[in-house]
């Protein structure tokens, strides 16, 4: 039922319009005005969706507010122009982030982190200032045109002008015959991680290399120490041939699914919060409460905190392992929460061995001690991914993890595992580009 108003000459698609339907399971309120619709309150007034919600105006839109707004969305938010925009203020605008602010336009890109480490990248740059200018590294050392380094993240690139006006073309289906507006798309949810999945963007940073993917082929192919694979006839490794080395080494291979988390960029931030480690650690034997020992040590030697946690999770049968609990050498107990200099045969009275000559004699020096190393021997040494521990396409041939060619690749399903457990982590990638 309903009602229905038109004027001389009008139609039913053209007439002002109420209509309820009030079918079991289809109930339904329709509205339409033939022309111009308005409405006025004196007092407040509230709008309340429980689902989804959508909004099209097919001209121009007017927005004001006399006082405050406040504008919140508990789920991602995702926002397109199809052509300018102007953010203008009277006094202090502020943008923040937990984890992560990016700048980006084309091949250019400024990128600040939670941990303090901003990065900027570019084709050139122009710094001018009529008055005196400062440029202060404080307990540090400024290098200049450093042999080799490489840039700390990646810009869109050429085509980023068009993927946005693609973007904005998808937003927008033509109207269809008959209609007045387009269909109205329902309100989807914006693309927020609900798990700290791979994803391939724009953000992610590319390390160039100034040879080809068949060029460092042959590279590892001409090592003292043979790149080899596991055979599952001989229940043993055999040499790799050319084919089985590329397969691997070659970048385009692995950028999809768990494959892409020998990418993940481990000496940047995750943005975890103390709240969140402290919840990964609760239940977890020696680690419990170690969260401020995990965040600081991240931030003192720049290795992902997640990864630092997981792993020594992982490593320690969540803190119940006798290194984690602690091994008497000497008369003093010392611990070791990576397992490292833990050999195979003999791993806790090695483990402690190495554990006391380094003065582990807490959890929190085990942890602080284990990141330092992890940060010297890889992390910090330019080898910031797995795939760069097993490869070191910087340096082929010379620090590499392992012989064997599916090293990397094997190690992303417990590199998966370990950021799974954290589920809001923001992984950064860092992703080899041959020529």
Known sequence: MGFLSRSKDGTADTA?????????????????????????????????????????????????????RVHGVKGGEERLTGQGKIDNVVETYVLGSGTKLRLECGESAIELNANGHINIVGKGFNLFVNGDGHITTSGGKLNLNTSGAQPGTGAPG????????????????PKQKGQ???????????????????????????????YTVDEMVKKQKGLKAKPVKWDNATKGFVPATEE????????????????????????????????????????????????????????????????????SALETGNGTSELAKGVMVNGTK????????ALDGNAVQTGAN??????????????????KWISDKFVGSGQNTL??????????????????VNWATAQTTSMKKMFDSFPNANLSYDVPEYN
């Open 354 to 371: 190495y554990a006391y000559k380094q003065g582990w004699t807490t959890p929190a020096k085990a942890i602080d001690g284990g990141a």
């Open 334 to 341: 010392v611990y070791n929460m990576y397992g490292i200099g």
């Open 158 to 173: 050429a085509g980023h002008k068009g993927n946005i006006n693609q973007a904005v073309v998808n937003l927008f289906p």
């Open 180 to 210: 007045a507006a387009p269909a109205a798309p329902k309100a989807a949810a914006a693309p927020a991680k609900a798990t700290a999945a791979p994803l391939a963007n724009s953000g992610d940073k590319k390390s160039k290399y100034n």
């Open 244 to 311: 089985d080395i590329k397969k691997y080494v070659d970048p385009a291979n692995h950028m999809e699914g768990k494959d892409k988390y020998q990418f993940v960029d481990l000496s940047s931030s995750s943005g975890i919060s103390k709240d969140e480690m402290s919840n990964f650690l609760k239940d977890k034997g020696t680690l419990a409460g170690q969260e401020q020992t995990y965040l600081d040590a991240a931030k003192k030697y720049n290795v992902n905190e997640a990864y630092l946690a997981a792993h």
């Open 16 to 68: 002002n319009a109420l209509r309820f339907e009030d079918k079991a399971g289809e109930e339904h309120l329709w509205i339409q005005a033939q022309k111009n619709m308005d409405t006025h309150v004196k007092n407040d007034s509230s709008h309340s969706v429980a689902n989804n919600h959508s909004h099209y105006a097919g001209g121009n839109e007017l927005y004001r507010v006399e006082t405050n």
């Open 387 to 404: 795939y760069k521990m097993r490869w070191n396409p910087a340096s082929p041939g010379t620090h590499q993890y392992a012989t064997d």
